[in-house]
């Protein structure tokens, strides 16, 4: 149901724009989260935004503010995750994920709904 992309291979410095577009319901209506899980690490959660009712609030992982920036487009029924000054440490899977009937960004661990995740690589 949910499907992301937009993951590759960028040098540090670099910048990337991850999607989260959902086929089965609408993402207006939802908490969008992003997570990511680096190679022997667990998976954390880094931004998430309230549903467009909830004004689109937005939330960061202290790691990635100021760098990153979450947004949604309800016309193409798609969140967005803008990546910039990327660093070696950012390489990781990047999930997106949504939990039914949550419109507020909570717990990290209270959404369900995942995507398969796309793979970003920070590297020269």
């Known amino acids: 149901q949910l499907v992301e992309s937009g993951g590759g291979l960028v040098q540090p410095g670099g910048s990337l724009r991850l999607s989260c577009v959902a086929s089965e319901f609408t993402l207006a209506y939802h908490a969008v989260a992003w997570f990511r899980q680096a190679p022997g690490k667990e998976r954390e959660g880094i931004s998430c935004?309230?549903?467009?009712?909830?004004?689109?609030?937005?939330t960061y992982t202290t790691s990635v503010k100021g760098r990153f920036t979450v947004s949604r487009d309800n016309r193409k029924n798609t969140v967005y995750l803008q990546m910039n000054s990327l660093k070696p440490e950012d390489t990781a899977v990047y999930y997106c994920?949504?939990?039914?009937?949550?419109?507020?960004?909570?717990?990290?661990?209270?959404?369900?709904?995942w995507g398969q995740g796309t793979q970003v690589t920070v590297s020269s």
């Open positions: 935004i309230s549903s467009s009712s909830s004004e689109s609030r937005t």
């Open positions: 994920a949504t939990e039914p009937l949550l419109a507020l960004c909570r717990d990290w661990d209270v959404f369900t709904n």
